[in-house]
């Protein structure tokens, strides 16, 4: 078990002497600004939001993290709507000029920039959600229970909804009128679960994916108290132990009174704002409108059909489906545990390999040789040599031969685990 540290209570308040002093410093205490999902997973510039004036902190009773935990282990609100901020600050390295995603091949074929309206464009859950990996978006939430749940990111001309209703699930596009249908997977006991994409855009999700990571790896205390979307809440502080990881901190706040994490935010060990900061802005615990979760394909939308629990099947135009060439995870091994996980495997499409004449110097290093060097840095070991390629959070190894190390982790500790 993780070693729960004293609980550290908040802040008294001023006697009534004080009464008006106190309210004239409250008036001016800083608002923190409430952020942003991820689950990893986007905004821009909202920061950390760890520093909250004390004078605006609700006064609560105390509680030691141990309780909290079980309070938090305990919550059931199946029901649910509001509004989530999320931000994701990864630092990802920009493509060299002259280079463009686009010119990458795609399922086979390159992408042409005049090709028509929204050619190339995937529009399915898996693709559209990666987009929460870097800046600041807003999404709508709502659930009932474990067959109905919406998910909407709200841009400023358009917005895109996942709704699952039963096993129904559709997502949708208004910027291309694109929709894509799918039946919700089964679970291990034959019922219909829940998308994934439905599953990881929340405090909630994010909070329960770091909470099975803590172990004696991990320090755990409760450090003072917050309002968040206008609820009172605990805010729970993880801080891994390892001197291996990136990861510096994960501060949760908790709702006081039905336990639900209200806001997740994970902080580097390099410091600076925020890796990733998801919250709630607007919550509501009733029961939403039944027509939530209805959806009908508009007239003149482009329907996409998946095959039977999510496999890529074809589009009413006979293409191929959109999941088609996604890389396949099966072979992936993971080494260490807790904070200091490593995924090891084989680089897709055999990326890596051929890279060698690049690290020696070489200059039939090749375009891929080329775009290794600009982005990551050249390393050797034991296993012969390859490119790190780092972010604030999560840093990669790719060998020239092919395998592909990553984790939260320093690069030492990938070379390490790839020496082994």
Same mark, same amino acid.
Do not use: C
């Given at each position: ?16 002497? $004080?009464?008006?002093?106190? %309210?004239?410093?409250?008036? @001016? ?17 909202i920061g950390i939001g760890t520093a909250l004036a004390s004078s605006g902190d609700p006064d609560l009773p105390k509680i030691s993290a141990q309780d909290l935990i079980a309070k938090m282990a305990k919550s059931d609100a199946q029901q649910l709507s509001g509004t989530v901020k999320v931000t994701t600050d990864l630092g990802l390295p920009s493509v060299p000029s002259g280079l463009s995603l686009g010119d990458a091949p795609a399922g086979g074929k390159a992408g042409h920039g005049s090709g028509g309206k929204d050619a190339g464009a995937d529009t399915s859950?898996?693709?559209?959600? *990666? ?13 009932? &229970? ?20 039963? !096993?129904?699930?559709?997502?949708? !596009?208004?910027?291309?009128?694109? =929709? ?24 909630? $999700?994010? %909070?329960?994916?770091?909470?099975? %990571? ?6 755990? *205390? ?21 001197? $291996? *990881? ?8 908790? !709702? ?87 995924? $090891? ?12 004449? &690049? ?18 840095? @050249? ?14 959070? =999560? ?11 990553? &984790? ?13």
């Open positions: 078990m993780a070693r729960i540290e004293p609980t550290h209570g908040t802040d008294g308040a001023a006697d009534a002497g $004080e009464g008006a002093r106190r %309210a004239r410093g409250r008036g @001016k205490a800083v608002r923190y600004a409430v952020p942003v999902a991820v689950a990893g997973v986007a905004a821009a510039s859950p898996q693709a559209k959600l *990666t987009e929460l990996a870097s800046g600041t978006h807003t999404l709508r939430v709502a659930a009932d &229970g474990p067959d109905k749940q919406r998910l909407s990111i709200v841009e400023r001309a358009a917005e895109y909804s996942l709704i699952r209703n039963g !096993d129904q699930v559709w997502a949708y !596009d208004s910027k291309s009128n694109t =929709v894509h249908h799918s039946t919700a997977p089964k679970d291990a006991h034959g019922g219909k679960e829940a998308p994934q994409e439905l599953r990881g855009a929340s405090p909630q $999700e994010l %909070a329960k994916k770091t909470l099975a %990571a803590v172990d004696d790896s991990t320090s755990v *205390t409760v450090d003072g108290t917050a309002k968040v979307a206008g609820r009172d809440a605990y805010q729970l502080v993880l801080k891994p132990k390892a001197a $291996e *990881t990136t990861v510096g901190a994960v501060r949760i706040a908790v !709702d006081a009174k039905n336990g639900v994490p209200l806001k997740f935010t994970l902080s580097p060990k390099g410091g600076g704002k925020a890796v990733v900061d998801a919250a709630f802005t607007k919550v509501d615990f009733g029961k939403p409108a039944a027509d939530t979760f209805d959806f009908k394909p508009p007239k003149g939308a482009k329907v996409t059909e998946d095959k039977v629990d999510g496999k890529a099947g074809k589009g009413h135009d006979g293409g191929p489906g959109k999941d088609a060439g996604a890389p396949d995870l099966s072979g992936m091994n993971v080494l260490g545990k807790s904070w200091t996980s490593i995924a $090891e495997l084989k680089a897709p499409g055999g990326v890596g390999s051929g890279a060698g004449a &690049g690290a020696k110097g070489g200059k039939d290093a090749g375009p891929a040789g080329a775009l290794l060097d600009s982005l990551g840095s @050249k390393v050797s070991g034991s296993f012969g040599s390859g490119h790190v390629f780092s972010t604030r959070l =999560v840093n990669a190894l790719v060998t020239d031969d092919g395998k592909v190390y990553v &984790g939260a982790v320093t690069k030492d500790a990938l070379i390490k685990a790839a020496s082994k």
